[in-house]
């Protein structure tokens, strides 16, 4: 399977407060580094951070800028690599656009939730579209309590909830994206065969 076709993206807007409302939240370096890596590990293309806030594109930017090209790229070159992968953006359209170009194909939005529904994409459907596609994909991770209603019904898909061993499912957004990568790309991994 080819993961050059394969991108997240980590939105800050549209996402919902506790209360359902529309916000915009914080980029949180937590987050940049840890999905970062995970990205890094899993040959993901690329990583998004989007955000409409241009005063937290300029710290996410200050950042990443010091591990790529400052102190912190001399410090820990495994970090560096990581960080190369992100790409801030202020909205989502843009990266689309930006991959649209680069891959010269058609790009497709993956929205994730950790509610259900009908209509979702199951990760087996998902790694099968992944090895015989001739597209793109981008996952859409959401910050806050989750991407809006209103961007998830805009999406291409909505992939299924990543389901645990208990009714509990509130998973930090680093945690869900590292298991998500895991469960579309893990069976490829040599150790698993």
């Known amino acids: 399977m080819s993961r050059s076709k394969l991108y997240l993206a980590l939105l800050h807007y549209p996402v919902q407060n506790k209360d359902g409302k529309a916000i915009a939240s914080a980029i949180t370096s937590i987050d940049l580094h840890d999905i970062a890596r995970t990205a890094r590990t899993y040959g993901i293309a690329g990583f998004y951070v989007v955000t ?75 790694r099968q579209a992944l090895k015989t596609e001739d597209r793109s994909y981008v996952v859409a991770l959401g910050t806050a309590w989750g991407l809006s209603p209103e961007f998830m019904a805009k999406a291409d898909c909505r992939l299924a909830p990543v389901a645990g061993m208990s009714d509990y499912n509130h998973l930090s957004v680093r945690a869900a994206a590292a298991i998500i990568l895991d469960r579309l790309l893990a069976a490829d991994l040599q150790y698993l065969k």
Do not use: C
Request: net charge negative.
């Open 52 to 126: 409409p806030l241009a005063d937290q594109r300029e710290f996410a930017g200050k950042i990443i800028s010091h591990w790529v090209e400052g102190a912190g790229a001399k410090y820990n070159p495994d970090r560096k690599k990581a960080f190369s992968l992100i790409r801030l953006r202020s909205d989502l359209h843009e990266a689309v656009d930006e991959i649209r170009a680069d891959m010269e194909n058609e790009v497709r939005v993956v929205a994730t939730s950790a509610a259900g529904g009908p209509g979702r994409l199951e990760f087996a459907d998902f």
